[in-house]
């Protein structure tokens, strides 16, 4: 490599370039690190919440005996090292709100299926995105007990609410 330059300004534009490569080098290895950190976490939470799959749908319940949907993600996300409320409503609060074109699994769906129509009164976490309308998300269902199902299923999505994010890049 030729240099017009001489002396003390030849070093410092080689030390300029050199710190601008390795900053480079640094901030692409913190990002891979971190996305592998999430998919690792979301792995974990989406593995345990499929364990309790025919768990039956116990009202407060926590255990492989019977569990409610908020127990489920709890359950979860423990496995994971990460804390969540006790209830599905307080659950609703934490992270970053998310758009349903921007999900990604590990993120949590609140629904309002009581009689009140805004109240959040369930919770599932997302599991695959099959298709633009074809998102699946795990969730233990009053009847069925723990199981996956569409978001853009009838019932579903027509008391669909939000969504969030808890585990970040």
């Not at 009164?121 to 233990?140: C, P, Q, R, S």
Request: glycine fraction near 6%; charge should be positive; include cysteine.
């Amino acid at each position: 490599m030729m240099f017009k330059t001489k002396g003390k300004n030849t070093y410092l534009l080689i030390y300029k370039i050199s710190l601008l490569c390795l900053s480079i080098v640094f901030l692409s290895s913190c990002a891979s690190r971190k996305a592998k950190l999430r998919d690792k976490t979301v792995d974990e939470v989406i593995k345990t919440a499929r364990s309790y799959t025919g768990t039956p749908y116990l009202w407060g319940g926590t255990t492989r005996s019977g569990l409610d949907c908020s127990g489920l993600t709890l359950n979860a996300f423990k496995a994971a090292d990460i804390t969540l409320p006790r209830t599905a409503d307080a659950q609703a609060i934490l992270g970053e709100k998310v758009k349903v074109k921007e999900l990604q699994p590990g993120d949590l769906l609140f629904f309002a299926t009581g009689k009140k129509k805004r109240e959040i009164t369930h919770v599932g976490i997302v599991t695959e995105l099959k298709a633009k309308d074809n998102i699946k998300f795990i969730h233990a269902s009053t009847s069925l007990g723990v199981v996956e199902t569409n978001l853009f299923s009838d019932y579903f999505f027509k008391r669909f609410k939000l969504a969030r994010r808890i585990i970040r890049e």
